[in-house]
């Protein structure tokens, strides 16, 4: 079904001309990216627990911190990992924080998991990687254990920090207390073939943040979350050139950009992806966007040639948001303005009740420009479209309205070429009331 709907949606896309306002189709990672392979080892260490007895609220004291830490130590700067295997019965490592050294990674084998003790509360995060060309390679599984213990702060699952060429492939993340995966500062991640499986009721714990990075890919990756599905942000720098593709999101608060965008978002290529409000068992995301751009003159900045393409969206609310006023948020405050931003190709079905779209740019000088091509939706709600320029081509009754909306048709001419280009057309736009 996911493949039939997407070749679907892909033979809709026409060549379309609007030769005096140019849109830029984002390209994404600019690095040639290609399935991860799993390094070989440097150390294997032997499982000395099972799950069933660390897989609790008060584990034992005893852990693995120092000999995982040791062996991490060891192996830095060899290009190789260190294993988590198991032995016998013994499935189970159980660490406190732990700090993967340049040059290197960490591999938990199959059937194999590693989980956080409660000494992560006091720590900011359980995999701490500052350092380049470091990885954490499946297929077992990385647990924060916010499933069966409570905990007080909010540490996140895996860390990085300017940690250049970082790989997270064929490995499972799951019942983080905050974010699972964090990546900030850099040149070059990539997420291949990662799940993420933390209940869509943990409060702010997103799937994958991509915050202050440039080139990073995310390929073949299942996220059930409890927020963003994948958010990208600009706490400590801009965020520019990133690529998600071929990834499904449950249960999640959708495919975002922001909130914090106040350094710059620029070249973000969402394609080929699909967006389920609820998990595959059923539980509804407590805020079930789907393509979500977000922010707020708290924190708000630039984003620019931003192309979400081919999405498949089920069980949502919030179908598409382009939203400037977005809410309280922390950082630094700026303009929110939003340029290049499209939507080519998008689907929805078994929409919530109560669904919408909104189109909201910041104000009459810092318009939203919003290209949508190719969109089929279940709900054409609209609610609090403002302050918006949009372009629009084959999108049913789709149809925003509001205060500063002005809607250009398009000029349509068909083509196999499916690079495509926008403007207005030299007819007079027809403008939006209410």
């Avoid at 990687?129 to 916010?146: E, L, Q, V, W």
């Avoid at 993340?173 to 070059?188: D, F, K, M, T, V």
């Avoid at 629009?392 to 690079?419: C, E, H, Q």
């Amino acid at each position: 079904m996911r493949n039939t709907t997407r070749l679907i949606l892909a033979a809709g896309i026409t060549l379309l001309t609007l030769p005096l306002a140019a849109q830029t189709v984002a390209t994404g990672d600019s690095r040639s990216v290609t399935q991860p392979s799993t390094p070989s080892s440097c150390q294997t260490l032997s499982a000395q627990f099972t799950s069933s007895a660390v897989d609790v609220n008060t584990p034992t004291t005893t852990d693995d911190t120092s000999r995982i830490q040791s062996a991490l130590s060891a192996c830095a700067n060899t290009g190789k990992a260190v294993v988590l295997a198991a032995s016998g019965s013994n499935n189970a490592f159980l660490a406190g924080e732990l700090t993967i050294e340049t040059d290197e990674a960490l591999v938990v084998n199959s059937g194999v998991t590693l989980y956080a003790n409660n000494s992560v509360n006091s720590d900011k995060e359980f995999i701490n990687i500052p350092n380049s060309n470091t990885g954490i390679y499946g297929p077992g599984a990385i647990d924060g254990r916010a499933n069966v213990h409570t905990f007080s702060a909010t540490p996140r699952l895996v860390q990085t920090t300017n940690a250049s060429n970082f790989v997270s492939y064929n490995i499972t993340l799951q019942n983080a207390a905050h974010p699972n995966l964090y990546i900030e500062g850099g040149n070059g991640a990539t997420i291949w073939n990662t799940t993420i499986n933390t209940s869509p009721t943990q409060a702010n714990a997103d799937g994958i943040d991509i915050d202050s990075i440039t080139n990073v890919t995310v390929n073949q990756s299942n996220i059930t979350a409890g927020d963003d599905g994948i958010a990208v942000k600009t706490n400590s720098g801009p965020a520019s050139n990133i690529t998600v593709e071929n990834t499904n999101v449950f249960g999640t608060h959708g495919l975002s950009i922001g909130s914090q965008t106040f350094h710059g978002v620029t070249n973000i290529l969402f394609n080929n992806n699909y967006i389920y409000g609820k998990t595959s068992g059923g539980t509804a995301s407590t805020d079930a966007n789907a393509i979500n751009i977000k922010t707020d003159p708290e924190c708000g900045g630039l984003v620019q040639q931003v192309t979400y393409e081919n999405t498949c969206i089920r069980y949502a609310k919030h179908l598409i948001i382009v939203n400037a006023e977005y809410g309280s948020c922390s950082g630094t405050a700026g303009t929110p303005q939003f340029k290049n931003i499209i939507v080519n190709g998008a689907k929805s079905e078994n929409s919530v009740s109560g669904a919408y779209e909104t189109f909201a740019g910041y104000n009459s000088s810092n318009l939203a420009q919003i290209y949508l091509a190719n969109i089929s939706l279940d709900n054409v709600t609209q609610n609090g479209d403002e302050y918006a320029t949009i372009f629009l081509d084959n999108v049913g009754s789709l149809s925003p309205s509001g205060t500063d909306v002005t809607k250009y048709p398009a000029a349509r001419r068909s083509s196999s070429n499916f690079n495509h280009t926008w403007a207005h057309p030299a007819a007079q736009p027809y403008r939006a009331t209410g």
